[in-house]
Every structure is written in structure tokens, then in C-alpha cells.
């Protein structure tokens, strides 16, 4: 559980660091990661969302 609430203070601390805009972008995108019309779907795009933003980190 932890790990967890490890992630979660990670994502936190990097939504305070992006602009008005890019979080917009991001709330669609997580949006429809968690309303998939199957679970494999919602698995794929989660990975290939986030390394789309790990991407834009380096």
C-alpha cells in the first residue's frame, strides 16, 4: 500500500510543475484511461500514456 501513496505523491508533485494547459490535456488522456470499453484497452493506454510523459521528461 505504500507504494501506492508513493506514486500518487509523484504524480501530485508533477501536476504542480506543468501548465493550465498541458493538465487539461492530461485529464482528458487519464480520463480515458479509466473509462476503456474493455481492461486490456485501459491497460494499453495507460502504459502508452505513461510513456508518452516519461518521454517528455527526459
Same mark, same amino acid.
Not at 505504500?2 to 487539461?24: C, F
Not at 485529464?27 to 510523459?53: C, H, M, S
Given at each position: 500500500?505504500?507504494?501506492?501513496?508513493?506514486?500518487?505523491?509523484?504524480?501530485?508533485?508533477?501536476?504542480?510543475?506543468?501548465?493550465?494547459?498541458?493538465?487539461?490535456?492530461?485529464?482528458?488522456?487519464?480520463?480515458?484511461?479509466? !473509462?476503456?470499453?474493455?481492461?486490456?484497452?485501459?491497460?494499453?493506454?495507460?502504459?502508452?500514456?505513461?510513456?508518452?510523459? !516519461?518521454?517528455?521528461?527526459?
Amino acid at each position: 500500500m505504500q507504494a501506492v501513496s508513493n506514486r500518487v505523491a509523484i504524480l501530485a508533485s508533477y501536476l504542480a510543475k506543468v501548465t493550465p494547459a498541458m493538465l487539461a490535456e492530461m485529464k482528458r488522456l487519464v480520463q480515458q484511461v479509466f !473509462e476503456p470499453p474493455t481492461y486490456e484497452k485501459g491497460k494499453r493506454r495507460a502504459r502508452g500514456l505513461i510513456v508518452r510523459f !516519461e518521454l517528455r521528461r527526459l
